[in-house]
């Protein structure tokens, strides 16, 4: 005896609507209708159904499911593609679980991208906020570069810094820039990438430039930034010569702060 919709439903464990979604994704094939317009599936019907939500189960997306075919011919290389993915699903969600952990354990943080636990003391608010950005802009490598020069530096003129405020006089300004400058020279001899950094993005350099701009611009004040293009072009004047330092053009300025940047988030 075929059954109803409804039935079909009951039997497979699932609902009318699901039943539908799947003849409307073409996963199902539509049943024969009697004289009245009423449905009659049919074993097949049923059959393919539990096929369907056995893969649900499994976790495989409903766009792959018709690669596993309707009738049992299941593809090795369809499955193998699934467990792929299922693996790496696998894999991220107990990354995310360990980061949790170490969350409400106190050994990790909200506010910096993993593995600076350890560094979290030397950084400011302000600072945190950017490694969270450089944690999409950069790569891997690149991130334990920028948490080295962390771990490494002192904490010489970064209470200073923070401390600026737009009253800030030009030889205040000025000496705070002395102070940061050295840190930076090393920092741009001994990794070379800071200066030419495009194998290092994660992203367009047009839109690392952007971002750089824009998250320094909103986290810090005028003298802040100010300081900031000072000391990166002292830097870069003390790294490779006079001819190195930026020109006093608007150019020149947002592209000294944009290199001024890195090297500030690692205070």
Known sequence: MPWST?????????????????HRSGLLEEPERMSNGYKQYRARHLVRLLQIRRLRDLG?????????????????????????????????????????????????TTDLPAGFEDVAGRLSTTERSLM??????????????????????????????????VEADDETRQRVAEMFAPVIAQHLTDYPWLSEPTEHLSKGPRVTAQAFLETVGGLYNEAQLDVLGRASGLAREQAFGPSAAPSDDAASDDAALADAAPEEGER
């Open 6 to 22: 409804s039935e079909l439903a009951e039997l497979a464990g699932t609902t009318v609507n699901t039943v539908r979604h799947y």
């Open 60 to 108: 495989v997306p409903l766009a792959q499911i018709e690669s596993v075919g309707s009738a049992g011919d299941t593809t090795k290389e369809a499955l193998l593609a699934i467990d792929a993915d299922l693996a790496a699903s696998i894999e991220r969600l107990q990354r995310a679980r360990a980061e949790i952990r170490a969350i409400v354990d106190g050994a990790s």
């Open 132 to 165: 969270l950005v450089y944690e999409q802009l950069y790569d891997t490598e690149a991130m334990a570069d920028l948490r080295t020069m962390v771990e490494t530096e002192s904490d010489d003129g970064s209470a200073e810094f923070e401390a600026l405020t």
